[in-house]
């Protein structure tokens, strides 16, 4: 094959964004590759441009490239909060979870009110047996952001993880009544209805979150 049967005409780094992926839905991921090669070779894509191009090269199976290529990125465009959150998913799907967990404190630390970084790194420190901490990240995030919607949604979810029912359905409920985005509401409203479970009209994530407090000094208080 060709280098022009393969390509677009055009050497912007957004048809080639749009050529690839349409490779790799193609599953023709030998010939992405081949053609990101090429590509890089005679144009060097601009610094806003890496994000992207760091996602591409995950998708076709260079995750070493993948994660240098975000690196630079948060080197050339500073240190956003959102690109270190991109490095820690980047890291968590090759299973690098400790290093994961690192990039999402890290954009944590640059905006604390970043819902995916907060979602990510309590999801990380649950799954990796870190139940404790995990709570306490949300209990901590509760404080400050006390009528957060995604947060309750985090929230339910690790409790429905743990088997707590009853308060991952108040905070589903919550998510209900208080979000405006459909998604939030549409997942909230199949977890209620799959948990079946009965709540109280007084029940709030108020009282969720202060049960949670009140188990982590007990925990603390039995060390």
Known sequence: MTNQSIGPSTDS???LLAYVEELIDAGRIRDARRFLAQFIERKQPEPRMLPALASLYLRVGKSEQALATMRSAITELGGEASLFNAL???LASIGKEEES???FEEALKLDPTNNEALRNLA???????????????LIECAKASPLSVELRLICGTLLELDGRLHDAAVCYREVVELSTVAQQIRLASQRLLFLNASVGATDGFEDVIAKLVEEGEKE????
């Not at 999801?123 to 990240?137: A, C, E, I, V």
């Open 123 to 137: 999801f990380t420190l649950h799954r990796s047996g870190q139940r404790r901490r995990s709570y306490g990240l």
């Open 220 to 223: 603390e208080g039995n060390r």
């Open 88 to 90: 820690g998913l980047m």
């Open 13 to 15: 780094f957004l048809s």
């Open 101 to 103: 967990r690192e990039q």
